[in-house]
């Protein structure tokens, strides 16, 4: 008895491609599905801005949420690091304006609702308000990324 199967090169290619597509497309539902809906969205929206109009004008810590635990005893601050900023105003749809002390002068920088995650009104370390929110905008000090969007104004 004697097997012979012959190996056709383009019906193994299209089976090849198939799957990677398939694979690719999965991938992009699984992202969509996770993604926030409008409503959901625009009651985070409310929900933020309703907690920064109490804060206006006072300082505020800006910690990442990759990073961040509120337990945390950390003195040194070596497993996350915190930016200081003071809430400057609101933009609805935009997000809040902060103002951050560069070495030498003042920036306000725009952090989206959609990056910052939640408020706290202090944790074990910092007597004073933490927003916690994504750090994935513009380098701010010693290459780290921050939550900034865009610098609004510079050297005031």
């Known amino acids: 008895m004697e097997i012979d ?5 383009w019906d193994n290619l ?19 599905s996770k ?24 300082k505020a810590s800006l910690a990442d949420i990759k990073k961040y635990n509120s337990n945390n005893n950390d003195v040194y601050n070596k497993s996350y690091y915190k930016q200081s900023c003071s809430i400057h105003h609101i933009i609805q749809n935009y997000g809040v304006v902060v103002c ?14 959609d990056w910052i ?7 074990s370390e910092d007597n004073c ?10 380098k701010w000090y010693k290459n780290f990324k921050s939550p900034i969007k865009e610098i609004l104004k510079s050297g005031i």
Do not use: M, T
């Open 5 to 9: 199967y012959v190996l056709n090169f």
């Open 14 to 32: 299209f089976a090849i491609i198939s799957i990677i597509i398939g694979s690719v497309v999965a991938f992009y539902i699984y992202k969509l």
């Open 35 to 58: 993604q926030l809906s409008a409503k959901d969205k625009y009651e985070h929206e409310i929900n933020i801005s309703n907690k920064l109009n109490e804060i206006l004008g006072k």
């Open 100 to 113: 951050l002390r560069g070495s030498d002068k003042f920036e306000l920088g725009l952090i989206p609702f």
């Open 117 to 123: 995650e939640y408020i706290r009104l202090n944790d």
């Open 129 to 138: 308000y933490i927003i916690v929110c994504k750090f994935k905008g513009i």
